[in-house]
């Protein structure tokens, strides 16, 4: 097994050129796992941890926008300044594993692993997001939506580094929900994140299908119906949107819950966030 | 003042919170646990298990095995020089399957080689065809005979009844409930791992190995081994905890047969997910009981029918059996009885002992009945346990007198007086972690539910059925030092610190020295049965006492005075009536003193066909009290607070209590709200720590605990085990608490999100 341990950002791009097959390693906290199980053996290695020009983010206060690097942990992520600018993905950030997972756990990984349940997934989902994704040709800026396409399937292609996430830094509610039946440290049956821009909701689902769902015509029925000025919305309109949540979830039964309550529960975690932001 | 700043000399002794003599190394990650044992050339060896929970093996071809450089051996159950099979109480488990495989993991084969890698690609180089057969996995299908038998044992390891009194009574008041218990798992955090070092020859092997009871171990090893005991020796490696799931056999015998095949040292490590499948776990188990008393509450008659699901093995499963029916009745005092108990064979996976053996399934459905009767008559929980507490002298439905110290009514008492958590849902600094759903932020607190939940136990201590329980301890004084020897298994509880404690208080002496922990002296029992304490404690004292009788004679013939006069004080020798005092350092200079001892328990009789007999040996009580907040519309729980008042006889080491108490109780919530191994048709969903559910320090509530010390007369230094009570009320108070919160009949653990919502 071969390990390359680039240390700038033109030599990992040139590793992961070099040998597209190779597996991009960051803080390891999914692969370890993989590896250690015997579900992946890898033949070859670039890990990234040690590239500057990941771990670092960017504010733009004319764009209003956070370009935030692969590397960059979750520890961070659930930090000032990082939590002031998009306070749900720090949310999120917080229940990611335990401080122990948080300081290794990047976010280029959960984007890289694009599990169902990644914890940092509906929020990037919510805020429409753009995945960077950087080849020594070249870079493509890919909208969130379109860049996870199935459960740990991506559009990423071999030889291409997740270089960055950029996020706009928004004024309005946001916030991320997530069931689990440990207080932390667990991952989610059922999670949900909502944005509200003036005068439009986005809600992300996550947990309860093959990728992040977002909630077309629960967004459409809260963006007309509830007072952005007042800030306020009828209990019958949260009703209809946790009824049109539950229908969009596409769940499954497995070991971990089932399909009914996890349909359930999308329901009542969307109300409740729906309540928190128009009160 | 904490035993590390006492005048030397005197730190360490009973009563006092003596250190613990390997914690710095624990903490501090230097302590050699088992699976850091390694030895010159050793070999890795694997195992190589069963995916099928019930099939007949076909063929095995381990020629694409052998052809892997590296692999040094590859046996199955030809391999076996000795006894095929080995087992706790029956011996009717394989060594390796031969002809059949019953559950998903046996063990079939087994590799040695090089590396750990060499072994994995040995292992799947192992050809193994199966024909799938249909498997057993409702137990009542067992019981009701409708299974042919999966084991030429047959399908039911042991049925009992319990028949006592008048069976005709019925009412005026009734209750009646089926409740459930899932799977749960010892999960220890340190996981199986052996070194087998085998002698020139093959003359004989010592194992290194993490187990609980090191002579039974040796015992069964010998046997499958074709070995005389003498030439089968056991070493005792570091321990990660246990909790009855060392008990049997895992890896024992297919190390040693690796190194004895091989002629080189081996080591086996499981991993997690084996882990899950290498031991046995708490058993799963419906019980159903109908309660009759009269109009104040009294208890007039306990019905009941337990069905454990004793897995493909019998292990502990018939002694379990027995713990259960035996304490069908709580520590409620009650007459009369109809018990039916069954313990039975199925494919899922075996199931032994684990912490509170039996009893925790007992306890979980007296205890919701308690809360029904309550109900029934309008009485609150705490009521309706006073007016039926048990006392001491008073019967079981086993015919058998409660002798032990029974403080039931006093702890039910202290407990109510224990504080409340005087926070409002959410606490004052609305910490999201002190609500249900915690992290995820899931609760809004004016959602949030609040109950309050009861239980109390009775749980016997030691080894029933007229099992000659017994412990052995040599102790040497020589110089002011004191060597002490036992074959105790130390796992965590903390007998190695008790010991240097008895030592002390006995003998005067400042240092105790602890020899290796082997089989090269008698026996000392399990550690398990809350039983440590009282047996090996039992054990260390006695031949401390001897050790001192020998010293006062001595000194008494050397001063011409009575030994009887003579007594320790402090580190000193005294004349109780003279002017003598000499320190024992210097009254045993150049000298030595060297004495073993057995502590036995009385003997226990087997019960007859109606149940009836003096089985136990002795009793311990616990009282719980749980607070909890609910999110009802999401099933999410928060225990806010447990609170526990426990009959301990004496707290020999108020730490060790203290920490027994709190562990056991993180253990009763984690059954009482995540921890279940899911058996899909025998298959196994959750074996890892992603999936199979422990509380962390996030989810543990605060505790507060008082206790009752009142000294056992028949118990050598006055002290009850503390191990297991913790575990067995503190499940049903949970869920007390959490039916309490939202009005709904809750009668399966763990609870589920699921069942709080659609319930
Ligand atoms: C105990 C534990 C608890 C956990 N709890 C949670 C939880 O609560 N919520 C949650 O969402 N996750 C959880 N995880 C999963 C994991 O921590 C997260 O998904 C994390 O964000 C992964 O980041 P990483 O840097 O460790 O990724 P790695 O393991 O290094 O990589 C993950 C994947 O991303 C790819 N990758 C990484 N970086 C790049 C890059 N720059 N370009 C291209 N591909 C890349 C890798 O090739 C790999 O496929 C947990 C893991 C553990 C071990």
């Known amino acids: ?279 | 003042m904490s035993a590390v700043d006492a005048p030397v000399g005197l730190a360490g002794r009973l009563g006092q919170s003596a250190v613990r003599p390997d914690g710095v190394a624990k903490t501090q990650g230097t302590f050699e646990f088992s699976g850091d044992l390694s030895a010159d050339g050793f070999l890795w060896g694997a195992t190589l298990r069963s995916p099928h929970p019930h099939a007949r093996i076909v063929r095995i071809d381990l020629s694409g095995a052998w052809k892997i450089d590296g692999v040094q051996a590859v046996i199955t159950a030809e391999d076996v020089p000795g006894r095929l099979t080995y087992g706790l109480i029956s011996h009717d488990q394989p060594v390796f399957a031969h002809e059949v495989v019953r559950f998903v993991g046996e063990p079939v084969a087994a590799v040695a080689a090089d590396h750990p890698d060499t072994c994995r690609r040995a292992l799947e180089a192992i050809v193994v065809e199966y024909e799938v057969l249909t498997s057993l996995t409702d137990p009542e299908q067992a019981v009701d005979g409708s299974f042919p038998p999966i084991h030429p044992d047959g399908n039911v390891i042991r049925h009992q009844r319990i028949v006592r009194g008048d069976q005709t009574i019925e009412g005026p008041v009734v209750v009646e409930g089926t409740y459930e218990l899932g799977m749960q798992d010892q999960a220890f955090l340190g996981l199986e791992a052996a070194l087998a070092v085998p002698d020139p020859g093959g003359a004989g092997v010592e194992l290194h190995i993490a187990t609980q009871w090191l002579h039974e171990d040796r015992k069964q090893l010998a046997a499958c081994l074709d070995l005389p005991e003498e030439q089968v020796r056991l070493v005792l490696g570091g321990v990660g905890g246990a909790f009855g799931a060392r008990e049997d056999i895992s890896l024992q015998v297919h190390s040693c047969l690796l190194a004895l095949r091989t002629g080189r040292p081996v080591r086996m490590a499981y991993s997690r997910h084996e882990s899950f499948l290498g031991h046995v776990h708490r058993h799963p188990c419906r019980v159903w009981m109908r309660h009759h008393a009269d109009e104040s509450g009294r208890l007039l008659r306990v019905e009941a029918r337990f069905v454990f699901d004793g897995g493909a093995y019998a292990s502990t499963s018939s002694a379990v059996l027995i713990n259960g029916i035996t304490h069908a009745q709580g520590p409620y005092h009650c007459d009369n009885a109809t018990v039916d108990g069954w313990a039975v064979r199925t494919n899922n996976l075996p199931c032994g002992a684990m912490r509170g053996f039996g009893v925790v399934q007992a306890c979980f459905a007296h205890e919701g009945q308690m809360d029904k009767l309550a109900a029934a008559i309008g009485v609150d929980p705490v009521e309706i346990r006073l007016r039926n507490a048990m006392r001491t002298g008073d019967h079981l439905i086993t015919g058998q007198v409660v002798e032990s110290v029974a403080p039931v009514e006093r702890l039910i008492r202290e407990l109510a007086e224990l504080p409340l958590p005087t926070e409002p849902v959410g606490g004052h600094d609305h910490d999201p972690m002190r609500l249900p759903g915690g992290a995820g932020l899931t609760a809004d607190p004016a959602t949030i539910r609040r109950g309050i939940g009861w239980a109390i136990s009775i749980k016997n201590l030691m080894y029933s059925e007229a099992f000659d329980d017994y412990s052995t301890a040599r102790v040497r004084l020589a110089d002011g030092v004191a060597t002490v020897k036992f074959a105790t298994a130390e796992v965590g509880q903390g007998f190695v610190t008790l010991a240097g404690q008895i030592a002390r208080s006995v003998l005067g002496v400042g240092d105790v020295v602890l020899d290796r922990i082997d089989t090269h002296i008698g026996s000392a029992g399990s550690t398990s049965a809350s039983r440590q304490t009282w047996m090996s404690g039992g054990a260390v004292d006695g031949a401390c006492r001897l050790v001192r009788e020998r010293l006062f004679e001595h000194l008494a013939a050397v001063h011409d005075l009575e030994p009887f006069q003579l007594a320790i004080d402090g580190s000193d020798v005294i004349d109780t009536v003279g002017t003598l005092r000499v320190s024992v350092a210097e009254a045993t200079a150049g000298l030595e003193f060297d004495e073993t001892f057995e502590h036995h328990h009385r003997p226990t009789e087997d019960l007859d066909e109606f149940g009836q007999g003096n089985c136990h040996t002795a009793f311990a009580f616990a009282a719980h009290r749980a607070v909890v907040d609910v999110d009802p519309e999401l099933g999410l729980v928060k225990v806010v607070q447990v609170a526990t008042v426990q009959d301990v006889g004496r707290a020999l080491n108020p730490l060790s209590v203290t920490g027994q108490i709190e562990g056991g109780i993180a253990q009763g919530v984690g059954l009482a709200v995540m921890e279940e191994i899911i058996l899909v048709d025998g298959h196994v969903r959750n074996a890892s720590f992603t999936d199979y559910l422990l509380p962390t320090f996030l989810d543990m509530p605060d505790v507060v605990i008082g206790l009752v010390e009142e000294p056992e007369p028949q118990a050598p230094l006055g002290a009850k085990g503390v191990g297991e009570p913790p575990t067995v009320s503190s499940t049903p108070a949970v869920v007390a608490a959490i039916r309490d919160a939202i009005g709904k009949d809750l009668h399966r653990v763990p609870v589920r999100p699921t069942d709080i919502v659609f319930g």
């Not at chain 1, 753009?130 to 071999?158: A, I, N, S, W, Y």
């Open chain 1, 1 to 279: 097994m071969s390990v390359v341990v680039p240390t700038s950002l033109a030599d990992a791009l040139r590793a992961v050129a070099d040998d597209p097959d190779a597996i991009v390693l960051a803080g390891g906290t999914d692969l370890m796992v993989e590896f250690n199980e015997g579900r992946r053996r890898p033949s070859s290695i670039v890990a990234v941890h040690r590239v500057p020009e990941l771990s670092t983010w960017h504010h733009d206060p004319v764009a209003g926008t956070l370009r935030i690097g692969a590397g960059v942990t979750y520890d961070e992520i659930e930090r000032d300044p990082i939590a002031r600018w998009v306070p749900a993905l720090s949310q999120a950030a917080r229940t990611v594993g335990s401080p122990q997972i948080r300081h290794a756990a990047t976010i280029g990984g959960n984007v890289g692993t694009a599990s169902p349940a990644g914890d940092g997934l509906p929020v990037l989902a919510a805020l429409d997001a753009v995945v960077e994704l950087t080849h020594e040709r070249g870079v493509r800026l890919v909208p969130f939506g379109d860049f996870m396409v199935g459960p740990k399937r991506t559009v990423r292609q071999p030889g291409e580094l997740i270089t960055a996430v950029t996020v706009p830094v928004l004024s309005g509610y946001q916030g991320y929900t997530k069931v689990g039946v440990r207080n932390a440290m667990v991952i989610a049956t059922a999670s949900v994140a909502l944005v509200v821009r003036p005068g439009a909701v986005a809600i992300a689902l996550g947990s309860v299908g093959p990728t992040i769902i977002r909630c077309h015509d629960a967004e459409a029925l809260v963006s007309a119906h509830a007072d952005f000025e007042a800030c306020r919305v009828s209990d019958d309109v949260v009703h209809e949107a946790a009824e049109l949540v539950r229908a969009a979830a596409r769940p499954i039964d497995d070991h971990r819950s089932t399909a009914a309550y996890r349909r359930h529960a999308v329901g009542v975690l969307a109300a409740r966030l729906l309540r928190r932001a128009f009160q």
